[in-house]
């Protein structure tokens, strides 16, 4: 379950940049108040919501996949198992 794997990976790296944005969360609501944001952590914040972008539809299309292979491998058991009942009958 390779696949799996890279699914999990792919979306604890998701929980980090989301965690990232929560952490500064509080200085981009500081804006409303008044105060300036720093153009570091603006960047920060993009660059955290752009990985988030490209880290979602990667793991949906890794999930596709891993239901691609599910269903083969379901395919091949149902196949051997059918093959089974032909020869115990025969």
Same mark, same amino acid.
């Given at each position: 379950?390779? $696949?799996?794997?890279?699914? %999990?990976?792919? %979306?604890?790296? &998701?929980?980090?940049?989301? $965690?990232?944005?929560?952490?500064?969360?509080?200085?981009?609501?500081?804006?409303?108040?008044?105060?300036?944001?720093?153009?570091?952590? &603006?960047?920060?914040?993009?660059?955290?919501?752009?990985?988030?972008?490209? $880290?979602?539809?990667?793991? &949906?299309?890794?999930?596709?996949?891993?239901?691609?292979?599910?269903?083969? &491998?379901?395919?091949?058991? %149902?196949?051997? %198992?059918?093959?089974?009942?032909?020869?115990?009958?025969?």
């Amino acid at each position: 379950m390779q $696949l799996q794997e890279l699914i %999990n990976t792919k %979306n604890s790296q &998701i929980l980090e940049h989301k $965690l990232a944005l929560e952490l500064t969360d509080y200085k981009a609501t500081r804006v409303v108040e008044g105060y300036e944001l720093d153009s570091e952590i &603006i960047a920060e914040r993009e660059a955290h919501r752009e990985a988030i972008r490209h $880290l979602e539809p990667e793991i &949906i299309e890794l999930e596709r996949e891993l239901e691609r292979e599910k269903a083969e &491998i379901e395919m091949e058991v %149902n196949f051997d %198992n059918y093959e089974t009942t032909i020869t115990t009958k025969f």
